[in-house]
């Protein structure tokens, strides 16, 4: 607790950058947004009024697979209040359209905006309402009678693979099988002197932001627009194909997310805000409630993960075998993309010679799967990372100096093929976790086993490059001096808005102050690609800083002829444009002014795009991701050898993030990420029986409690090298992979036995402790007490 | 539904509705007197992103119908800390330790916290967790927010009830802090 009071103490914002100094990139200020919020006043989605406002409200399948004999409307239309009631039929282009993985082999299956003919999963939408009140809309939807015939389902992977299954889509139960494979595998496991083989199992899993999926939509200028709580607004192109309008008909405007870690990726509400609209042409809101947030919207895919590794007895690692099958839920969303990402990084951070992977994207009749924050390169940690553990072991070998022999470098190649072109420093924010942690503790008492462990993790950032991605900003030099910045980013509550701001403040030297961002807005602001994929500071970071610069170098003759000097001889800082020397200050309105009277541009839109590549799927080689940040969680736990219960006692997670634009930011980033992937590794699972969900209260689906770990001790390692502006590495995803790797080795370390199925349960624990047997437990208990 | 006219003081201002008995006071205040700072969460009263303050003690709004609320004094965020004014120290705590990230939680945890200092003035970090377990958040792990927390608890008081005064929190982060105001 000592450590964890001096660092906080330590001002972040002190801390040095690498390489060359800056003024306001490397502090942490307090952003427009971060006021708003704790006064209160941030206008959330569901903040929207309008003059003769609608509610909405989604009539659900309560089948998990079955056949739609008849809809009938008729007692809900008749309600008091009720605007509207539509099905199907009434839906011009009934499919929500996904460009899913890029054309690489994944199966074509269109999702409908409300099921015609039959049904997939429970929570599927069956018909929409819009009525006076909330109250009225939610009576009328349980008045929708709807007759099902039910079908035959699949609630898992293995039933949906094996012979004779039922289809739940008639192009076949695989969506997508993806295969990488480089180097000769079968040389390397005939060689191998040890070779470790185990299954691991990961569990459906909500993103819970507080906030749940939420808009209001209404018609101004002839055009459907739709503000709402998402990740992406380029949606706006697929919401004018399902109303069969043209794409400049439908806007999107994106209001500050309550949170969204993946789960506003894909479209939520507005499908049905933007028919409800457009049918009864007034303003509708919708929120959809907390319980059919947890039961319908998608969810982190189960993985079962079977990995083999062969190793030399030096400790290298030789060869590894990985084959991983993800449960898609109903429907495809990003599975293929998420399955795609599995395989990609099912290495980790460390030299695999000789790989063969495989992922394939199941569909059942569960809740469809798509993106949740570490896409798929998180759930492999707990995979490599016990594998590398298992090796060390059977091999006697220190678990640190095995990966120090193994770990990737900077020129070495990944599961593609492909070089890494960065730093990686992952040794390095091991040993400082590992500091961080310090010694173990003594058992609190009687019954209690302490155990301590660490993971280590490689999540990439930015799209995979063969999307050809690209971000646009927009930056203007008002007359006055101030700034305006116009970016189609969303903020999703990590920052997104402000570190463009912190950047241009850097570059211009306009104080914070005197800066205004408006973001996420199709029809007023350039695109920005959608906030996922620890992109956005990434795209829009590297688009805002050349947008500054390209402003900047437009003014700096401008500026340069007032003072009587050369352009490259100006500092810009403060509001202030002066020679190096301090002499001939002119204020930025000084050079507003006169580059208008001079006819030069105050403004600069910018389109920055990221490198791209190719991937072939038939050799399973090529491009993949632009670049990975790395990092490591250390954490100690204490076991009730009676219960099962784990207790959280220490926890410390370190990453590279190349160089910390905000460092309460990424500090911020780090601690919340650990604390969703400790939800992950030890409480949370979306129970389902035979496709129904059984958990879709907060009282039943555990998200971490103030009470339920202990505080996250951060360190930031700053290598300088990373993709993004100014070197810095995107860590929006990358703190959720560690943490249960790193507990599931604690636990092994306190009770002798490594637990392979998430999440860590007093039940599955206990079965761990049962299974080793109580002799060699009150040994290990008496070790402790000595 | 029968319909009630209800009176409710809410944040020392009298407001008359006239609503369906079945509304709640999250419903109530969020979308009739139109306070933004009272959010839905789950409706279920585990989250506590609807925390208001009902005669002093920390409430969920989301459990609570409209018509229970006559007669009782009602404090929202905006109550505690009137956003035409100065902001209250333990806010500018909120910022300087980046105990807000999506902000959707913020103010319950604001109004939690501020309801346990006057209980418990000199509450430790552990009593502070405790304090919190009714208001969720899963953007910061916590730390962060058990941090500002503790910091204020530490500050000298004197200045909380007088707007303008600057004391305590006026550290190089609360410098930084204004700056972003």
């Not at chain 1, 063969?466 to 646009?472: E, I, L, P, T, V």
Request: net charge negative; with cysteine.
């Amino acid at each position: 607790m000592t450590d964890v009071t001096q660092e906080q103490a330590t001002p972040v914002a002190d801390r040095p950058v690498v390489g060359e100094s800056f003024n306001v990139v490397g502090t942490s200020p307090g952003h427009h947004d971060f006021v708003d919020k704790v006064r209160g006043t941030l206008m959330y989605a569901a903040d929207w009024k309008l003059p003769g406002m609608l509610f909405g409200k989604v009539v659900r399948s309560e089948m998990a697979s079955a056949r739609i004999v008849s809809i009938d409307v008729s007692a809900a239309r008749e309600l008091d209040g009720v605007v509207a009631v539509l099905t199907a039929e009434d839906v011009p282009y009934n499919a929500i359209v996904e460009h899913a993985s890029g054309g690489l082999g994944e199966l074509t299956v269109p999702q409908p905006v409300l099921a015609a003919d039959r049904v997939r999963y429970v929570g599927e939408p069956v018909a929409v309402i819009a009525a006076v009140d909330q109250e009225t809309a939610d009576e009328a939807a349980d008045l929708v009678h709807v007759e099902y015939e039910p079908l035959p389902g699949v609630f898992s992977p293995a039933e949906s693979l094996a012979e004779g299954a039922p289809l739940v889509h008639e192009a076949g139960n695989v969506l997508v099988n993806w295969r990488l494979e480089r180097g000769e595998v079968d040389k390397a496991f005939s060689e191998a002197d040890v070779v470790v083989e185990e299954v691991y199992q990961t569990q459906h899993v909500e993103h819970a932001y507080l906030e749940t999926e939420a808009g209001v939509g209404w018609i101004e200028n002839d055009v459907v627009t739709l503000r709402v709580s998402t990740q992406v607004i380029e949606h706006a192109v697929e919401i004018a194909e399902i109303l069969g309008l043209p794409a400049n008909r439908v806007r999107v405007i994106a209001a500050y997310m309550g949170g969204g870690f993946g789960g506003k990726e894909d479209t939520t509400v507005e499908p049905y805000l933007a028919l409800l609209v457009w049918r009864t042409r007034k303003p509708v809101q919708m929120v959809w409630s907390r319980q059919e947030s947890i039961m319908a919207s998608t969810k982190r895919h189960p993985f079962t993960m079977s990995y083999r590794t062969a190793a030399a007895k030096d400790g290298r690692i030789l060869g590894m075998e990985c084959d991983i099958i993800g449960d898609a839920g109903a429907y495809p969303c990003l599975s293929a993309r998420v399955l795609f990402a599995g395989a990609a990084l099912s290495t980790g951070p460390y030299k695999v010679p000789s790989l063969r992977a495989r992922s394939r994207a199941v569909f059942t009749n569960n809740v469809p799967t798509s993106a949740f924050r570490g896409f798929g390169a998180m759930q492999v940690v707990l995979g490599y990372e016990s594998q590398i553990d298992a090796v060390a072991d059977a091999l006697g070998m220190d678990r640190r100096e095995i990966r120090d022999l193994n770990y990737v470098e900077k020129g070495d190649a990944v599961t593609s093929g492909e070089p890494i072109t960065t730093a990686v420093a992952v040794a390095e924010t091991r040993e400082k976790a590992l500091a961080r942690l310090g010694p173990p503790n003594p058992p609190s008492g009687p019954g209690k086993v302490v155990g301590q462990g660490f993971g280590n993790s490689m999540q990439p950032y930015g799209r995979t490059i063969w999307f050809r991605d690209h971000a646009s900003a927009w930056v203007t030099l008002q007359s006055d001096g101030t700034l305006l910045i116009r970016s189609g980013v969303t903020d999703l509550g990590a920052g997104q808005a402000a570190s463009l701001c912190q950047i241009a403040a850097e570059i211009l030297g306009v104080p914070l102050d005197d800066i205004s961002v408006y973001i996420g807005d199709t029809a007023l602001n350039p695109p920005a690609g959608g906030t996922f994929a620890t992109r956005q500071l990434y795209m829009s970071g590297n688009a805002i800083l050349r947008a500054s610069r390209k402003l900047r170098d437009q003014l700096a003759p401008v500026a340069a002829a007032l003072i009587g000097t050369e352009p490259d001889d100006l500092e810009w800082r403060a509001g202030t444009v002066s020679r190096r020397t301090g002499q001939g200050e002119l204020t930025l309105a000084d050079v507003a002014r006169a580059a208008q009277d001079a006819a030069v541009d105050t403004s600069v839109l910018y389109t920055w795009r990221a490198p791209a590549g190719r991937f072939d799927p038939d050799v399973g080689q090529g491009g993949t991701f632009p670049d990975y940040t790395f990092g490591t969680h250390a954490a100690e736990v204490e076991v009730d050898v009676e219960t099962g219960a784990v207790r959280l006692t220490k926890y410390a997670a370190c990453h590279d993030v190349g160089r910390s634009i905000n460092p309460m930011r990424v500090r911020g980033q780090i601690q919340g990420g650990a604390m969703q992937g400790i939800g992950y590794a030890l409480s949370e699972e979306c129970v389902m029986v035979d496709g129904n969900p059984t958990s879709t209260l907060f009282a039943n689906y555990l998200i971490p409690s103030s009470m339920d770990a202990p505080d996250i001790m951060v360190d930031i390692v700053e290598s300088g090298e990373g993709r993004g502006p100014l070197g810095a590495r995107g860590i929006g995803e990358p703190p959720i992979g560690p943490p249960a790797a790193a507990l599931a080795s604690a636990i092994e370390n306190a009770i002798g036995r490594r637990p392979t199925t998430l999440p860590f349960t007093p039940e599955r624990v206990l079965a761990l402790l049962d299974q080793r047997g109580g002799d060699d437990l009150s040994h290990a208990e008496e070790a402790q007490e000595r | 539904m029968m319909r009630t006219q209800v009176r409710l003081q809410v944040n020392g201002v009298e407001h008359e509705l006239w609503i369906r008995n079945d509304r709640t006071l999250l419903n109530a205040l969020h979308d009739d007197v139109g306070l933004p700072d009272v959010r839905y969460g789950c409706n279920e009263g585990v989250c506590g992103t609807c925390t208001v303050l009902v005669d002093g003690a920390p409430t969920s709004a989301c459990l609570m119908y409209a018509v229970q609320a006559e007669g009782h004094e009602i404090t929202t965020l905006h109550g505690m800390a009137d956003p035409t004014q100065e902001m209250h120290p333990l806010q500018k705590r909120f910022l300087e330790h980046g105990g807000a990230q999506c902000g959707f939680c913020t103010p319950g945890m604001l109004l939690t916290a501020k309801a346990l200092a006057e209980r418990k003035p000199d509450a430790n970090r552990e009593e502070i967790r405790y304090e919190l377990v009714g208001n969720l958040c899963r953007c910061t792990g916590y730390t962060a927010i058990v941090d500002a927390i503790e910091a204020w608890m530490k500050d000298d008081h004197a200045e909380d009830e007088s707007p303008g005064a600057t004391g305590a929190a006026s550290s190089a982060g609360a410098d930084a802090v204004e700056a972003g105001a």
